[in-house]
Nanobody, 119 residues
Framework: QVQLVESGGGLVQPGGSLRVSCIAS????????MSWYRQAPGKERELVAS????????KYAEFVKGRFTISRDNAKNTLHLQMDSLKPEDTAVYYC????????????WGQGTQVTVSS
């Protein structure tokens, strides 16, 4: 089965940085795009960023462009999201997932990692 374990979230002040990570197993990592989604209370889960199987291309939601960087390490089956210049509206639970077509995933999801941006 697909297993996805997110980590690295926490509390950070506006303008600060966090790096969240995902350890993946149970599938051939390089067969899939990998993506980060987030969900805030009362809101729909939304796509944040995605990366192609070998990391040759990335895609970002408009609201994080220039602030977030997605990366993957295929040797370690890990996915990362470097988040800089964080804003309060970035507060959400962040999830990783594998998907054949970017933006279509309905899971599987890991447990998520909470990111809270507050002064």
């Amino acid at each position: 089965q697909v297993q996805l374990v997110e980590s690295g979230g926490g509390l950070v002040q506006p303008g600060g940085s966090l790096r969240v990570s995902c350890i993946a197993s149970g599938f051939t990592f390089t067969d899939y795009h990998m993506s980060w989604y987030r969900q805030a209370p009362g809101k729909e889960r939304e796509l944040v960023a995605s990366i192609t199987p070998y990391g040759s291309a990335t895609k970002y939601a408009e609201f994080v462009k220039g602030r977030f960087t997605i990366s993957r390490d295929n040797a370690k089956n890990t996915l990362h999201l470097q988040m800089d210049s964080l804003k309060p509206e970035d507060t959400a639970v962040y999830y990783c997932t594998n998907e054949f077509y970017v933006g279509t995933s309905r899971g599987p999801w890991g447990q998520g990692t909470q990111v809270t941006v507050s002064s």
